[in-house]
């Protein structure tokens, strides 16, 4: 079996079991194969090929078996951070929330423990905000989301975290 093969076959196996999204050095062990510079070349030869899809720096999808577009932001959202608490707050998840009328389209705004950043990706914009607050005074106020499988802010916190932020407030309802 070719190496594009089997790496086509490692994406479809890992969109059935609810993945899609990896960075190469993952895509590197699954294939059993070092992690070189020619190993990374095999990969943006993929990208040329229109096999692999670059949604962010370092991180690929098969353009033939790719993740649910619904549920994909939030996979990304998970490999970009992972390893550092990240949840669904401010105008996103107060939009999710119904305490903004404005539905936000094509951004998802994420407090987190690691960098702030704003990364675009083929499914929308990620705003990583980061939070100075301690794990103590968040993790009563967030849920977990199953079907992003992400953990979202209450509504309280959400806007805790706007005002933390010093963003507009000024769009709240009543």
Known sequence: MR????LLAVFAKA??????IHSAAELAF????????????????????????RVVTGQFESTLTPPAPATAIYKI???MRSGVLNYISLESQLSHTGDISQ???????????GRSGTFSTPYGVIEFVHTKK???KI???VYFDPEVSMYRATAEQ?????KSCNRNIHMLEG
Do not use: C, H, Q, W
Request: net charge positive; aromatic share 6%; glycine share 10%.
């Open 77 to 79: 959202i998970k490999k």
């Open 3 to 6: 190496k594009t093969d089997k």
């Open 139 to 141: 993790a009563e106020n």
């Open 30 to 53: 699954m294939l059993d194969e070092p992690y070189t510079s020619a190993f990374t070349k095999f990969l943006a030869d993929g990208v040329k090929k229109g096999i692999l899809r």
């Open 158 to 162: 959400a806007i805790a975290d706007l």
């Open 103 to 113: 539905v936000i389209m094509g951004r998802v705004t994420v407090m987190t423990k």
């Open 15 to 20: 969109v059935n079991a609810g993945g899609g």
């Open 134 to 136: 301690p794990l103590s």
